[in-house]
């Protein structure tokens, strides 16, 4: 049972690329989220999915885009990268208790 | 908007002794959930205690412990005895809808 796991642990990227994170959860959990952390923000809501094939806007959308296929699976994918999107990345998902459970995060450069 | 305060950013404590983390919020809803979490350099953001808004005895885990008052939307988590490995940032958390974060406190634990 390895939880929430993400993919990749660090990147750097300039101006204008493109990529996809992704986030894998073997817990059979309806609800994902992703989340991004700036340094005194605390960790702020991008966009989060209630099943598969669901997808809905968090505090902090614009930029962003998301897929969720498969229910293990929540993908954010950035289509033109910014400076300002240089962040640590979390995604979570969240049991019926309501407790989420977190991924080990993402930490983004963009040059 | 639900918000989450957390108005103290650094703490410190020395070793083997309490220290008390406040925690305010604002919403309109009766029924929700607040967490604290830990979050070590490590990064993994760690669940340490819940309470359910809809139960009035406090909530307890080992050496930590909250004072969940409701009608003054306070929820400050309390730890007991502190140790080395106690040192993180500590975030305050609601959730109705969506997870509401604070902005973190700073934990130091000095020997």
């Known amino acids: 049972n390895a939880g929430v796991t993400q993919t990749p642990k660090f990147r750097v990227l300039k101006t204008g690329q493109s990529m996809t994170l992704l986030c894998a959860q073997d817990m059979n959990h309806e609800y994902m989220y992703w989340y991004r952390q700036d340094p005194g923000m605390g960790l702020r809501l991008i966009h989060y999915?209630?099943?598969?094939?669901?997808?809905a806007k968090g505090e902090v959308p614009d930029g962003y885009n998301v897929s969720r296929l498969k229910k293990q699976n929540f993908l954010l994918g950035l289509e033109s990268a910014a400076p300002s999107q240089t962040s640590v990345y979390f995604c979570?998902?969240?049991?019926?208790?309501?407790?989420?459970?977190f991924g080990p995060g993402t930490r983004l450069t963009v040059t | 908007a639900q918000t989450v305060t957390q108005s103290q950013p650094e703490m410190s404590v020395q070793e083997a002794e309490t220290v008390t983390l406040s925690c305010t919020y604002d919403?309109?809803?009766?029924?929700?959930?607040l967490f604290w979490y830990k979050q070590p350099p490590s990064r993994q953001m760690i669940l340490v205690i819940r309470q359910e808004a809809y139960k009035q005895q406090n909530a307890t885990e080992n050496r930590f412990s909250v004072n969940f008052q409701k009608a003054a939307k306070s929820f400050s988590l309390k730890i007991s005895d502190s140790q080395l490995g106690d040192a993180a940032m500590y975030f305050c958390?609601?959730?109705?809808?969506?997870?509401?974060f604070g902005a973190g406190t700073i934990l130091r634990v000095k020997s």
């Open positions: 958390a609601y959730y109705s809808v969506k997870l509401v």
């Open positions: 919403t309109s809803e009766s029924d929700y959930y």
């Open positions: 999915s209630v099943g598969e094939g669901t997808t």
């Open positions: 979570a998902s969240k049991s019926v208790s309501y407790e989420q459970y």
